[in-house]
């Protein structure tokens, strides 16, 4: 095999991996979003200086604290599993972490923010899960609007997360029920931003 002939299938082979891996990326966040098993995620007040990087509503989910055995065994930045179970309301809880993805029970990949050994608690963050994505017309008038209906005194905001085995997306963000698309069409002030939003 002549050079030219070996540097060009070094360079194809290596545009096909080059692909490959968004394309298997896309292709399981299309499965998590089709076949996966749904989570409603109360969510958080967050910054309000900070909510919105781009084109996305930057997002706190609950329960973002868990309870283990013992707290002492677990340490900051640390990697783990939160598994899912839901509440009497039908929202997303957090029934213990795990070091190691567990193979028959829905769970999310988290990181340890910090073990608290007087309330027995860790505090974790859940990974990928904090970004919305929107269109650039729609996104500051959905982060206006989720910042003003996620605060302490008025917490109207969920967001439905679909989970498949150990693969979690976003799939929807809602405000008073109603998906952020529809109530946005339903408040059309809200996409005037030198206007207060309803």
């Known amino acids: 095999m002549n050079k030219r002939l070996w540097l060009l299938s070094a360079f194809v082979l290596a545009a096909i991996a080059q692909l490959a891996v968004p394309a298997w990326m896309i292709r399981q966040h299309e499965l998590t979003l089709r076949e996966g098993q749904v989570f409603l995620f109360r969510t958080s007040p967050v910054d309000p200086i900070d909510a919105f990087r781009g084109r996305f509503v930057w997002l706190g989910l609950e329960p973002a604290t868990v309870k283990p055995p013992k707290v002492n065994d677990w340490t900051r930045g640390q990697k783990a599993y939160a598994v899912l179970g839901?509440?009497?309301?039908?929202?997303?809880?957090?029934?213990?972490?795990?070091?190691?993805?567990?193979?028959?029970?829905?769970?999310?990949?988290?990181?340890?923010?910090?073990?608290?050994?007087?309330?027995?608690?860790?505090?974790?963050?859940?990974?990928?899960?904090?970004?919305?994505?929107?269109?650039?017309?729609?996104?500051?008038?959905?982060?206006?609007?989720?910042?003003?209906?996620?605060?302490?005194?008025?917490?109207?905001?969920?967001?439905?997360?679909?989970?498949?085995?150990?693969?979690?997306?976003?799939?929807?963000?809602?405000?008073?029920?109603?998906?952020?698309?529809l109530w946005l069409e339903e408040h059309p002030a809200a996409m005037d931003l030198d206007r207060p939003t309803i």
């Open 86 to 181: 839901t509440d009497t309301n039908g929202f997303a809880t957090v029934l213990r972490l795990e070091r190691d993805r567990p193979a028959d029970e829905p769970a999310i990949a988290v990181r340890v923010n910090w073990p608290e050994v007087d309330s027995g608690e860790i505090h974790f963050s859940w990974e990928g899960l904090d970004r919305y994505y929107m269109t650039e017309r729609k996104a500051p008038a959905a982060e206006k609007a989720y910042r003003q209906h996620n605060v302490r005194s008025n917490r109207t905001c969920h967001v439905a997360v679909r989970v498949r085995g150990n693969q979690a997306s976003i799939e929807e963000l809602f405000i008073e029920n109603r998906p952020i698309r």
